[in-house]
């Protein structure tokens, strides 16, 4: 599974990319994309946070019992949830009958969720 780092790290060189970096060269971060870096290693620690609350049994990976169970906590970072065995089969996109921590963050990222900066902060 990609470290937060890594995850971080593809994210600044597409994005990147997407914005007219030509002197794209994939061994390091170039100067146009550092911030970018910074801010992704940021919210992939933040979606991390959340994950582990998610995550109760600890295995880096999330069944439908424990997603259940957070849809009021998912709720609270701001994403509503109506039928969530519908939202567990949307987030799990390789069908292998979990959520993992990449399949989270891009269904977070995309869903816009905002855990406040501390996934425990009531």
Do not use: Q
Not at 57 to 76: L, M, N, Q
Not at 95 to 115: P, R, S
Request: proline residues 2%.
């Amino acid at each position: 599974e990609m470290c937060i780092r890594d995850s971080a790290y593809t994210k600044a060189k597409s994005v990147g990319r997407r914005h007219g970096n030509k002197n794209d060269n994939v061994d390091f971060v170039e100067r146009a994309e550092f911030r970018l870096l910074l801010c992704y290693i940021y919210d992939f620690f933040e979606m991390w946070i959340a994950f582990d609350e998610i995550d109760t049994s600890d295995d880096r990976r999330v069944t439908p019992v424990e997603f259940k169970k957070a849809v009021p906590t998912i709720e609270k970072w701001g994403v509503k949830i109506n039928d969530a065995d519908a939202a567990f089969k949307e987030i799990d996109t390789n069908g292998g009958g979990y959520v993992l921590f990449i399949e989270f963050c891009e269904w977070a990222f995309d869903k816009h969720m905002d855990v406040g900066g501390d996934a425990n902060i009531e």
